[in-house]
């Protein structure tokens, strides 16, 4: 049986146990414990991927001069789908307006005034601590000192000179070590699936936000879906110049795409995310460690897409009224320039996007935005398939640009 299928099943398994269970008092505490082990399993082998992978990648990558146009391919498509989706969710938005509706986080808090540059001193600690053993420990909800760490460790590993070369040759056995943990995880890795689609089902079930406005609800679906089938492959075929197909990439790489639609978390993912496109698209290993590190922390347009919404549905709301167009363009242009920083939040980059947009245009919903909080599992599952979906087609587009991407047979998909 392919594994893709066996990650198709445990999503609907963990549906249908939520949907059996979904009363139960229990469930929450029991499978919120369980999410944790199954995102800690993920994380831990998306942060040694990061620590040995990168460097080697990087490495080879100058060693054979590719790197300029890996970076400048992939900078060009993580800053077009940073800005192109939000505006086009926001432009659907204003166009099919719909009112967030109220749930039951309604009331029960308020977003402090504070939180983005909570966000920003936090991520500066981190980084300027200067002690490693608190770096890692924070690895879960903060890469960017390992990722600047593995790149600096990289540029200084290219294979220039005699005594650097042992050092090199050991560093891509590792890396290879690495692909063939993550390929191995990747066979067995439905059981993790199974365990956070559990809880993203549970959750929402028992949240009832998402069942009380059909119109909202279908929207909220709906508008993923367009990104996801029509904008993104089209943005895909421009880059590439009708030259791949995007849905059978995508496709190829369901198991990444179910991990981060369940999760709602991208480290979780990036150990599927490079497994299947080097395993199952072609992609050299070095394109694959070092597009998908930088699309985590840049190319968060489906994250953008979906606060963009969520932020007009929520203006409808308070309002009583439809956003003009003209607002919707902003509130969208805003989305994409604060998902630049929301990596520095993880797990809650809905939530930072919406805070930072809505400072940086002046709107005040008087903490409104604290109802996002009882759908925050949802939002964060579609639009981190979004951005999983981006750094698949991204890596894709990159190992094309640079010229050695390879047709894999179908039968070696995962």
């Not at 939180?115 to 600690?125: E, G």
């Not at 490693?132 to 540029?155: E, V």
């Not at 909220?220 to 996801?228: A, W």
């Not at 080097?278 to 050299?284: C, E, I, K, T």
Request: hydrophobic share 55%; glycine share 8%.
């Amino acid at each position: 049986m392919k594994t893709w299928i066996t990650y198709l099943t445990a999503v609907f398994l963990g549906l249908a146990t939520a949907l059996l269970l979904g009363d139960a008092g229990w469930l929450i505490s029991v499978l919120g414990s369980l999410y944790d082990l199954a995102i800690s399993t993920g994380t831990l082998l998306a942060v040694l991927m990061i620590i040995i992978c990168l460097p080697s990648a990087v490495a080879s990558l100058r060693k054979d001069r590719l790197g300029g146009k890996t970076v400048s391919s992939s900078l060009l498509w993580a800053v077009a789908t940073a800005f192109l989706l939000p505006l086009f969710a926001s432009l659907i938005a204003g166009a099919f307006p719909v009112m967030f509706p109220v749930s039951s986080t309604a009331g029960s808090g308020t977003i402090s005034q504070n939180y983005v540059s909570t966000v920003f001193a936090n991520a500066y600690q981190i980084t300027f601590s200067g002690d490693l053993s608190y770096i890692i420990s924070a690895a879960q909800s903060f890469l960017l000192p390992l990722i600047i760490a593995a790149f600096i460790t990289g540029l200084a590993l290219k294979p220039n000179a005699d005594v650097i070369k042992p050092a090199y040759i050991c560093m891509n056995s590792m890396s290879e070590v690495m692909y063939r943990i993550s390929r191995g995880i990747s066979y067995f890795g439905h059981i993790l699936i199974y365990l956070t689609s559990c809880y993203f089902f549970a959750i929402t079930y028992q949240e009832k936000t998402f069942f009380v406005d059909a119109a909202f609800s279908l929207s909220l679906v709906m508008i993923p879906v367009f990104l996801s089938l029509v904008l993104l492959p089209v943005l895909y075929e421009i880059f590439t110049k009708g030259k791949g197909n995007p849905y059978k990439v995508l496709y190829r790489n369901i198991a990444a795409q179910s991990a981060a639609l369940t999760s709602g978390n991208y480290v979780f993912s990036m150990p599927f995310i490079m497994a299947g496109e080097r395993y199952n698209d072609g992609v050299q290993k070095r394109i694959s460690s070092s597009s998908v590190p930088f699309f985590y922390l840049l190319a968060r347009g489906g994250s953008a897409a979906v606060a963009a919404f969520s932020v007009i549905a929520l203006i409808t709301n308070v309002t009583g009224t439809a956003v003009s167009l003209s607002v919707c363009l902003a509130i969208g242009l805003a989305a994409g320039v604060c998902s630049f920083a929301c990596s520095l939040s993880l797990g809650f980059e809905i939530m930072f996007i919406t805070v930072a947009s809505m400072k940086m245009l002046g709107i005040s919903l008087y903490s409104a935005e604290v109802t996002m909080l009882g759908m925050l599992p949802l939002l964060s599952g579609l639009g981190m398939i979004l951005d999983a979906q981006i750094a698949i087609l991204g890596a894709n587009i990159a190992a094309k640009k640079a010229g050695v991407d390879i047709t894999p047979s179908y039968k070696d998909i995962l």
